[in-house]
Nanobody, 120 residues
Framework: VLLEESGGGMVQAGGSLRLSCAASGSFFSTAVDVMGWYRQTPGKQRELVAAITRSGTTTYKESLKDRFSITRDNARNTIYLQMANLKPEDSAVYSC?????????????WGRGTQVTVSS
């Protein structure tokens, strides 16, 4: 499985960004059920931002669910993370992950990550 992320960048506080993660590979079509986004900043623990199953069940970090929305296009093997009302503390490297189950998602396949920087 190969994951290709896009959509990161710099935005002012209050702005929006949409991240995309496109997956390819034969393994993806048969075994991968969950895709999601983690984020990490230097000195802090990596955290799950949001995840979505093939059937559309979503999981969010509780404090982000009012501003972030994850969607999935199974036909394109792509997930999207729409981020609204961004805050400086949302600045991080956002990485896409694909796995077989939400409980072991971090053991799945990782993308290279995309930087999101929110200026105040």
């Amino acid at each position: 499985v190969l994951l290709e992320e896009s959509g990161g960048g710099m935005v002012q506080a209050g702005g929006s960004l949409r991240l995309s993660c496109a997956a390819s590979g034969s393994f993806f079509s048969t075994a991968v059920d969950v895709m999601g986004w983690y984020r990490q900043t230097p000195g802090k623990q990596r955290e799950l931002v949001a995840a979505i199953t093939r059937s559309g069940t979503t999981t969010y970090k509780e404090s982000l669910k009012d501003r972030f929305s994850i969607t999935r296009d199974n036909a394109r093997n792509t997930i999207y993370l729409q981020m609204a009302n961004l805050k400086p503390e949302d600045s991080a490297v956002y990485s896409c992950v694909a796995g077989v189950d939400i409980d072991v998602l971090s053991d799945g396949v990782w993308g290279r990550g995309t930087q999101v920087t929110v200026s105040s």
